[in-house]
């Protein structure tokens, strides 16, 4: 095996942990000198590729590299770009044969989600179908929590941690204040297509605290009367009630719920986001005082309340691309494996990325409850132990440390390469 | 001096620490029970005393009444109720002297902010005014931090550390998405009136990490076009900008910005945040592609990120209250005093409540830039040290463990009696 240096990219929307498999990722390479040279990090994502944008973590220390374990979002930034097939645009391919050839890249570990992975496998035919050996390996990561054959994404028991966290704090705020002011709090979280992240509210309405809390997932479509009738029930028990809503919930029209064209004084349109949409329709249904919030990128940023299993995972996923490459894999991605539950214990697999590559994992009905607003004890013992220790950051004055690296960037050898 | 039982109630909206105020009144009058018989803990704060509605702290072990130390919102239910005047309202106070009487009550601390204070305040005229021997302490509290004389308000240090870390955890993430997706991201905090919690954001704005943050206070009225120029040239040096915006801020013609007059499909008024409103004039003025959240009750509730300084503050003002009654004050405020700054040292003072009540402290003009859209380094002194250090609550399957006390009612006395 001759020596070869390896690329490294982000890619999607970032993660509190996703640095975290950098980190895995150029600590281990750094121990295998003999069979990986330098790792060059992409600016951007693969477009740092295409642009010839590389950047030389062999600049970093070692304790600046150990730093990006407890660093959110993308340390050498990320992007939204998928490559189109070979045959649509031959000439990207093209490019990042020249690029790898002139930088001596024989090893390219790709950090995301479902589409990355797609992109990932397209590179990982320039060995097949163009002649240039390339190993190609995707590291996981999403919040998302829906790539399929792993039994969860690095990224996803973080949010779920901030989520279940933050509902729990909301609603013990909500019931402080209920007798004559906020009875009802609406939270608005992440997830498009699948409810992960909504159900991660749902942590909070199991033991010890058994909160009132009603869930709003994307899978489920909106019933206005079913969903005022559970609010109802739950403030005359309990007083006061906490609902999570996912922004991809959609009415029985198909719609998003989020898309209620609503306008402003000047008839601009606005897009609003879910929360205030159903807090309204708590107030003119009910008439109860409400509150809302929009967690947004501080759900996914929130590596001050990061998941410490997640954040082992996270490393080892890419810990794993790194080893998966020297056993001479193409092709593949790291997997989580369950290996039991109670007590959690859990080891790493691998996967084809053709069977990863643009397929979708959805919540199984199974794990949301019959009338369609909570989790069921299934779907708690499969997202409990994904939240499970504590993992702080180190802080200074108040604020948590994070890296912010050099990302000193490889001299470039060819002509510019323009993206279309 | 004899023996008499204390009355201590929760009142406005509630901290990440007030319940260690709570405690901190709970502890020092169990280390008294020569002078204060038993503390009785109002239901829902005043609503608690006017309708006999008492809770016995003293069937709480004193494990429980330590775990309020690490609990956020308000145990024992805070209320949004304020006392009308003596001559308004004579039947209020003469119900009080009932239920104090019949329940042997002699002292009364009030947890609360500037109207509150005035309740406080009201309710120390009992003695003077009607007789009955009362001694009412107020212990500070209020995200605002809108107290005057107290150098900072107990409950504001763990929302700017909050807001502080959110900031830098979401800059970081935009600056991570910036090249290809979204550019601007936007964070909607409290403060209505004063732009403390909004300030709050500037200190990731600062060493050592000098992030390209946009700061839109109450205290200076919306320029549309100065507001675009400042965020482009932000993008334009940095690649990316947060905006954090204080839900108060208002137009030239001082109406609210999040009152735009927004209106669903079907013409129903839509009270929308300032956040979206701030997203859109971004959209539509610059066109980048924006992410915007609403903090809300997060940021209040949020004990796993709350402030050492303030945990520490929260539990002094809470014993101070009780020194003070035990000295034989009435209508006074234990005040944090700054004693210095670097090293930062505070102690505890004291201020008359008729100084206290119904007076709103602003955030001095010295403290914002002259542009309007940051914070001076003065201001910085004065936040920094109200954020540092950690007091993290214990965990337990991924969750804090906060307590829910039993808060059992003490057997009521008299005939019910209703609020107006």
């Excluded at 010890?208 to 109802?232: C, G, H, S, T």
């Excluded at 949301?368 to 909570?374: K, L, N, P, S, V």
């Excluded at 779907?379 to 499970?388: G, M, Q, S």
Aim: charged share 25%.
């Amino acid at each position: 095996m001759t020596r070869k240096n390896a690329f490294y990219a982000q890619s999607g929307g970032v993660t509190a942990v996703i640095n975290a498999s950098a980190c895995g990722v150029i600590e281990t390479a750094r121990k295998h000198r003999d069979k990986i040279g330098k790792v060059y990090a992409g600016r951007n994502g693969i477009i740092g590729a295409l642009t010839e944008d590389l950047i030389d973590t062999s600049k970093e220390t070692a304790t600046a590299i150990a730093a990006l374990h407890h660093t959110p979002a993308g340390a050498f930034g990320s992007c939204r770009y998928k490559l189109k097939g070979l045959d649509e645009n031959r000439r990207e391919y093209e490019r990042l044969i020249e690029v790898f050839e002139a930088h001596d890249i024989g090893y390219f570990f790709y950090n995301g989600g479902g589409d990355s992975a797609d992109t990932c496998l397209k590179v990982s035919q320039l060995s097949e179908r163009m002649g240039y050996p390339i190993q190609a390996i995707h590291v996981p990561k999403t919040v998302d929590n829906d790539l399929p054959i792993t039994d969860n994404c690095p990224g996803f028991g973080s949010v779920a941690k901030y989520i279940a966290v933050s509902t729990l704090e909301a609603s013990f705020d909500v019931a402080s204040m209920a007798k004559t002011s906020t009875k009802v709090f609406v939270l608005e979280v992440m997830g498009r297509h699948a409810g992960w992240i909504a159900a991660a509210g749902g942590l909070a309405a199991g033991e010890p605290y058994n909160l009132p809390i009603v869930i709003l997932f994307p899978e489920i479509p909106f019933d206005q009367d079913k969903f005022l009738a559970r609010v109802e029930e739950m403030v005359q028990r309990h007083g006061y009630c906490s609902v999570v809503v996912s922004e991809g919930v959609r009415g029985p029209d198909g719609k998003f719920l989020s898309d209620q064209g609503m306008r402003d004084a000047f008839g601009h349109a606005q897009l609003g986001g879910v929360a205030p949409v159903v807090a309204g329709i708590v107030k003119e249904g009910l008439g109860y005082k409400y509150h809302w919030g929009v967690a947004d990128y501080l759900q996914r940023a929130a590596r001050h309340i990061a998941s410490k299993t997640d954040v082992e995972q996270a490393y080892a996923m890419g810990q794993a691309a790194v080893r998966l490459a020297l056993q001479g894999n193409n092709a593949v991605m790291p997997t989580i494996e369950r290996r039991s539950n109670k007590p959690y214990r859990w080891g790493v697999g691998t996967a084809p990325l053709k069977k990863v590559a643009n397929v979708e994992k959805m919540m199984p009905r199974s794990f949301i409850t019959r009338d369609g607003f909570g989790i069921t004890e299934k779907c708690r013992d499969y997202l409990a132990p994904l939240i499970k220790g504590e993992d702080y950051p180190p802080f200074r004055n108040g604020l948590p440390r994070y890296i912010r690296l050099k990302n000193q960037a490889v001299p470039k050898k060819l002509p510019p390469f323009e993206l279309k």
